[in-house]
């Protein structure tokens, strides 16, 4: 079970000022970044950019509490444009809010079955 705890509450017991000074800075060049590539894919997918806004600041706060690694970053990324874009363009926005809520459950699922650790247990050859 330990294995699924988040890391930012194993971390947070030994959290120094130094880092907290590092880690805004680092925040503020992420976000610098993120925002505007946020609202570009945002129109690039067929919505209005404060959706891409509101996903990339919303995602911020998440991912550092439900992320498995002290140094993940998350952000937007251009891949899913296309994806997104083909959703709203056939079902709209309730049919992007459906198969997000889809795609949150399936990876909820998969974790609580632990499905994504078997690849821990294969050798990869290159």
């Known amino acids: 079970m330990e294995k ?11 959290y120094t000022r130094e880092q907290f000074f590092k880690d ?12 505007p590539l946020s609202i570009a894919l945002a129109l690039a997918s067929g919505v209005t950019p404060e959706r891409g806004i509101y996903t990339a600041i919303i995602a911020g706060f998440f991912v550092p509490f439900l992320g498995g690694s002290r140094v993940q970053i998350a952000g937007p990324t251009a891949a899913f444009a296309t994806i997104v874009a083909g959703i709203v363009a056939k079902s709209g926005m309730e049919g992007q809010r459906s198969s997000g809520i889809f795609g949150g459950n399936s990876c909820g699922h ?14 990869r050859f290159v």
Request: hydrophobic share 40%; charged share 20%; net charge positive.
């Open 4 to 14: 699924l705890k988040p890391k930012f509450f194993t971390t947070m017991k030994t």
């Open 24 to 35: 805004v800075i680092s925040g503020i060049i992420v976000a610098i970044i993120a925002l």
């Open 110 to 123: 998969c974790n609580g079955k632990r499905i994504g650790y078997e690849g821990e247990y294969h050798r």
